[in-house]
């Protein structure tokens, strides 16, 4: 890279982008989808069956898919044990109101919490790491 390519950054050749969804695969269907409707809130936005394939989709977020990113939750019919999630991925995050009680209240579901609410190291943000039934990480976020 030289130093006037550097200061200028290249026109995107996709044009205008948007995220639509992250696709996460899980073994139990139902208990990812009341996980992530019932004990994070979000909304079940569409399902859709697909015989010939084997497996349903289920989009779930906090706002419409036409203006929110949201996330897919595909179930493969025939997957007969749980997904290895592998050493790539990270985490999604969350915003919430107040992770200390979003935390309680998790907790007092069953979710297992990874990293207790507080503050980030050497900040003052505050967070706390939980997993879905599939063991996703999720990171929360106090947003007030």
């Known amino acids: ?18 995220m639509l969804h992250t696709m996460l695969r899980v073994f139990d269907l139902d208990k990812s989808v009341d996980f992530y409707s019932r004990l ?19 989009f779930v977020g906090y ?3 036409e203006s929110s990113t949201v996330i897919e939750l595909t ?3 025939d997957q007969k044990e749980p997904y290895a999630l592998g050493s ?16 309680e209240k998790l ?4 979710v297992k919490i990874t990293r207790p609410a507080g503050p980030v190291k050497f900040g003052t943000t505050v967070i706390a790491f939980i997993e879905d039934p599939d063991g996703y990480k999720i990171e929360l976020i106090q947003r007030e």
């Open 1 to 18: 890279m030289t130093a006037a390519t550097a200061s200028k950054p290249a026109a995107p050749v996709i044009g205008k982008g948007r």
């Open 40 to 58: 994070l809130g979000m909304q079940v936005l569409r399902r859709r069956e697909v015989p010939e394939g084997r497996y349903t989709l289920a």
């Open 107 to 110: 907790g007092k579901e069953g």
């Open 75 to 77: 179930y493969n019919w």
């Open 63 to 65: 706002g419409p898919e």
């Open 88 to 103: 790539a991925f990270g985490h999604l995050a969350v915003g919430v109101a107040d992770v200390y009680a979003t935390c």
